[in-house]
């Protein structure tokens, strides 16, 4: 009687694990594409933020989708859609300024891979349980505590 207990918990197991694994090939393209969206996400809010940035004449602050989309040269797109709501631009006295973009983990990596690509500095920052990407320097990355 206890072989016949140890084989079928052993079954068990071996039955969850197929499962799992089933499951988890089910989900990495699912996952894979929600990265990919999240990406070009992020690659349109940077290009619009930056086109504000370039005649950004305010003081230092926090800037918002709704007024980045703004931007002269902005694409029609851009200006129809929305951006998740924690996104934003701070600036800086020094009108220096940091993307504030929380991203997925798969989407970090793919942003950090296009970046080593393109030969940008990018670096992943964590603020408060967030990941943030900064463009720029190895210094600049202290930029990203303006996320907060």
């Given at each position: ?6 084989i ?6 071996l ?9 988890q ?5 699912v ?8 990406v070009?996400?992020?690659q349109?809010f940077?290009?619009?933020?930056t ?8 003081g ?6 709704s ?25 800086a006295?020094?009108k ?9 983990e ?5 942003v ?17 349980a967030s ?12 930029k ?5």
């Amino acid at each position: 009687m206890p072989l016949l207990v140890i084989i079928v918990i052993a079954f068990l197991m071996l039955a969850a694990g197929m499962t799992k694994n089933t499951q988890q090939a089910i989900d990495a393209p699912v996952a894979v594409a929600a990265a990919r969206a999240q990406v070009e996400q992020y690659q349109l809010f940077m290009f619009v933020a930056t086109l504000y940035m370039q005649d950004y004449s305010g003081g230092a602050g926090s800037i918002v989708w709704s007024t980045l989309k703004t931007a002269r040269g902005a694409p029609s797109g851009a200006v129809g859609g929305n951006m998740p709501a924690s996104w934003r631009v701070v600036v800086a006295a020094d009108k220096s300024w940091v993307a504030c973009t929380d991203l997925d983990e798969r989407a970090v990596g793919i942003v950090q891979q296009l970046a080593a690509n393109g030969g940008h500095g990018l670096q992943q920052v964590n603020v408060s349980a967030s990941k943030f990407m900064v463009v720029g320097a190895p210094a600049d990355s202290g930029k990203a505590s303006q996320c907060n």
